[in-house]
């Protein structure tokens, strides 16, 4: 949870390799900065509850990017009394996951957004929930997660896939040819 050179040059030749790293904020319910989500680079994400108050347990502050559920959230670890059922679970690392889902949608919609643009449209796209976290609001990041508003900041980019023929016949030879831009 400590600071780390090592891993902050790691986070940045990642960040400047086009690699996007997203990091749970921390459960110490205070404003401590927590590593790695505390880099530069990094989208640092908290946790709300289901009223998108912030989660008693989370950790808020300027590092924050934004905030996702994760409270209670139906988790696929085994109970440790059943191997039979799953429990609900609760933290950052419970909503650190929706983000990182969310931008591998975004990401599946235009495979050359950049870390940055990445971040812009996770922002962008969060709902305020100021109103719910009256206190602790400037420390949730641009708010809650919005998948659907995150996506639709992203320009889909489509295959331009063309072939050499426009007839063929059986033992033809054809040749495709990508012109997408990138």
């Known amino acids: 949870s400590g600071y780390s050179t090592v891993f902050h040059n790691a986070v940045t030749l990642a960040h400047d390799s086009g690699i996007a790293v997203i990091a749970s904020a921390g459960n110490n319910a205070n404003t401590q900065f927590m590593y790695p989500a505390s880099y530069k680079h990094v989208i ?39 191997n039979t059922s799953y429990s609900n679970k609760s933290g950052t690392s419970m909503a650190c996951p929706m983000v990182a889902g969310v931008a591998a949608l975004m990401l599946s919609k235009n495979p050359s957004l950049t870390p940055d643009q990445l971040e812009a449209c996770l922002k962008s796209g969060a709902d305020d929930i100021t109103t719910q976290n009256p206190t602790s609001a400037w420390g949730l990041g641009a708010g809650r997660l919005n998948a659907y508003q995150s996506l639709q900041c992203v320009k889909s980019v489509l295959a331009k896939i ?21």
Not at 45 to 71: E, L, M, R
Not at 170 to 182: M, R, V
């Open 44 to 82: 640092s994400v908290a946790s709300s509850a289901q009223s998108d108050a912030k989660s008693s347990f989370s950790t808020y502050n300027d590092s924050v990017d934004i905030t996702a559920p994760g409270s209670a959230i139906y988790s696929i670890q085994a109970r440790t009394t059943s």
């Open 162 to 182: 063309t072939v050499d023929k426009t007839t063929t016949c059986a033992g033809d030879t054809l040749y495709f040819s990508d012109s997408s831009s990138k």
